[in-house]
């Protein structure tokens, strides 16, 4: 599920929004067998305005689901995508999601479109 996510990400969203300002960073971790970071196939998530993060420890992951509380995840949230605001910084804690969703697939739909009002609102309105 988490592959077949990833390439929609790849495919629906990054190759077809090529202008603006959009970053994505990807964080990784051990979830199932064949997670392992040396396993991972490269080619997922290429295009250049992605920044990938490896986190052993699911740090990350443990923090989103202590906050929302998602059924049926007892370690961590994963497969998982969360929007930022144009121009949000992380400081002690992460900034206000603008949307989020799980898992990639089946949020798929809300990801595109609340993907598309970001890119769309011009920068002044932010």
């Given amino acids: 599920m988490c592959v077949a996510g990833t390439r929609w990400v790849q495919k629906e969203l990054l190759e077809k929004h090529t202008k603006g300002e959009l970053r994505v960073y990807a964080v990784w971790f051990n979830m199932f067998p064949g997670d392992a970071r040396a ?3 490269p080619e997922l998530l290429s295009d250049p305005r992605v920044i990938h993060f490896w986190d052993e420890e699911k740090k990350l992951g443990r923090y989103y689901l202590e906050r929302h509380k998602v059924p049926h995840y007892d370690e961590a949230l994963w497969d998982t995508w969360i929007l930022y605001p144009a121009g949000a910084t ?3 804690e ?4 603008v949307s989020w969703g799980n898992t ?3 949020t798929r739909h809300q990801l595109e479109r609340d993907l598309k009002k970001l890119i769309d609102t011009p920068a002044a309105a932010r």
């Fill in 90 to 92: 992380w400081e002690d």
């Fill in 104 to 106: 990639i697939i089946r």
């Fill in 94 to 97: 992460p900034p206000t999601p």
């Fill in 39 to 41: 396993e991972w196939p």
